[in-house]
């Protein structure tokens, strides 16, 4: 059976995707305090009398894997309770939201670096949890769930000390969230199908000759054995001032 083309055939095509119901950007400030047993045993206490240059970040983690976060990745959110319908009017129309409520969970760590005595270090936290929650309208029918992703963080750490000794940090984060409600569904579109790209091939350059003084040289120079008389240029200066 011949291979055909499909290079500009269209299709009506079936396609699974998810369908956003609603979308909406949320800022949240946090501040908690952690007193120092809930993060872990730290080798060097930031506290202590030869820290010097002390300085803190603070970042957030999967609580699975202790790796960084991505930019826009998805956090972990525990819904409560039934979803509400409230109606509401908007430009002119009633229309049917849902109160959603949920509680996200972050993990995160704080990183502490500096000197001791003359001997830079560097020492993380174990995961500090935090638990955020969030009620808020959306379109959210039943068959909808909700994704909430990372879209930028701020994080502050402060350090108290008492007698030479840490005692407790004060975190301070601001969060902006992307909120969506999504459900999956099955679209029909019409479409063209894609081909793949060209194979990028590495050719080596054609080499290239410096560029010559044919005028100068080799000139009108002929062969002397046939009787032709030899000419020499003559350099004439060209003087561009006018003056």
């Not at 300085?55 to 894997?65: Q, S, Y």
């Not at 569904?185 to 060209?198: G, H, K, M, S």
């Amino acid at each position: 059976m011949e291979s055909q083309s499909l290079q500009g055939a269209q299709e009506l095509l079936c396609i699974n995707t998810e369908k956003v119901y609603d979308w909406v950007i949320l800022q949240a400030n946090v501040s908690q305090n952690v007193l120092a047993a809930a993060l872990g045993a730290l080798p060097i206490d930031p506290c202590g009398p030869t820290v010097s240059n002390l300085t803190t970040t603070c970042f957030l983690v999967d609580p699975d894997t202790g790796e960084e976060l991505p930019p826009n990745a998805e956090i972990t959110i525990d819904e409560l309770g039934e979803r509400e319908d409230r109606t509401f009017v908007i430009d002119g129309s009633l229309v049917t939201l849902q109160r959603v409520t949920f509680t996200k969970t972050l993990s995160v760590v704080i990183e502490f670096s500096g000197l001791t005595g003359t001997t830079p270090f560097v020492e993380t936290t174990e995961p500090i949890t935090i638990e955020i929650p969030e009620s808020l309208f959306l379109c959210a029918p039943e068959g909808t769930r909700i994704a909430v992703r990372l879209s930028d963080l701020d994080c502050s750490v402060n350090v108290n000390c008492v007698a030479a000794a840490l005692t407790s940090v004060d975190i301070v984060l601001n969060i902006c969230q992307s909120v969506q409600s999504l459900a999956d569904v099955t679209i029909e579109l019409v479409a063209d199908f894609c081909q793949p790209r060209d194979v990028l091939v590495e050719q080596c350059p054609t080499p290239t000759i410096p560029p010559q003084c044919p005028v100068l040289f080799p000139g009108n120079c002929d062969d002397n054995e046939h009787g032709a008389t030899t000419t020499h240029p003559t350099l004439t200066r060209q003087d561009t001032n006018n003056g």
